[in-house]
């Protein structure tokens, strides 16, 4: 592989899309295919990509491929679906990177059918959403073979501010598991600070700065600040996402006390209608809307 990869992109959704710009900005030759092709060909006439309709079609020409899709499902599909990477002969040494977010099981699974293809493989979930993927500044939690890491580090120091190695196949998954399992406890947290002082007669504009500026203000709570007081729940990161990752977690050995209620209250929020919008939607849910 040469520093300038040759890269195929699968997954054009929030955080995909902005990869994609950061990597054509970089001087990277990006190949992408997306199940909606509407949203390749728009993308395509925008920024000067190559629009690929199956996964198959990717193999030949790509150095690495990079999934960056919903679920555990989304990602399996790329390699037992139609058209799938495997029905296809790689023209040279070929890389699959995972960035989604999945099980470590399923990570473990693919990497195997990988192996057995000749192919390497790497799970590389992100902490981040949609800013610091628009302003390339992710970071990167890596597993797999450490070489194959090295090679592929050029591309992720285009989308990211760090990329981390943790080793085998499925730490990074474990990882991207906990720094969302964290980032949910602090979400509901501050939703719940929140119902706590307006049943109380403090406004969200009041309590807010007060939390930002105290030692339990962070880069969530100034993030979601604006969110809140504008009652703006368009999704940056989905609640549905973070409660299938907190599910995640829980089959994966998550049984702690904290952890178990946020799962309870991402289940209820969601099963109310609030999947579609912003994690911080669980506010919405907890006062009763």
């Known amino acids: ?77 790329v390699y037992e679906g139609d058209n799938n990477i495997f029905s296809a002969q790689p023209g040279k040494e070929l890389t699959m990177v995972d960035m989604s977010t999945v099980s470590p099981e399923t990570t473990k699974y693919l990497a195997g059918l990988c192996a057995e293809k000749g192919i390497t493989y790497l799970d590389a979930p992100v902490a981040g959403s949609v800013k610091p993927a628009e302003e390339a500044q992710l970071v990167i939690m890596v597993g797999g073979d450490e070489k194959v890491y090295g090679k592929v580090k050029p591309m992720f120091d285009v989308l990211g501010k760090m990329s981390v190695y943790l080793g085998e196949t499925g730490k990074a998954n474990v990882a991207k598991l906990s720094v969302n399992l964290m980032l949910g406890i602090v979400t509901q947290g501050l939703a719940e600070a929140v119902v706590f002082a307006r049943k109380n007669g403090l406004s969200a504009e009041q309590l807010l700065p007060l939390i930002n500026a105290s030692s339990v203000g962070g880069g969530l709570t100034k993030m979601k600040t604006e969110n809140i007081i504008n009652q703006d729940f368009k999704a940056a990161f989905a609640l549905k996402l973070l409660e299938k990752d907190i599910r995640l977690a829980t089959e994966n050995g998550m049984d702690t006390p904290v952890g178990q209620s946020l799962y309870t209250t991402l289940k209820a929020a969601k099963e109310k209608g609030h999947g579609d919008e912003d994690m911080i939607s669980v506010l919405k849910y907890l006062s009763g809307e």
């Open 1 to 77: 592989m040469t520093e300038k990869l040759n890269i195929g992109w699968i997954g054009l959704g929030n955080m995909g899309t902005p990869m994609v710009r950061n990597l054509v900005k970089a001087g990277f030759e990006v190949t992408v295919y997306n199940r909606s092709a509407d949203k390749s060909e728009a993308l395509s006439k925008e920024i000067g990509i190559t629009v690929a309709y199956s996964p198959a079609e990717l193999v030949a020409s790509s150095d690495v491929i990079v999934t960056m899709l919903s679920d555990d499902a989304a990602v399996k599909q």
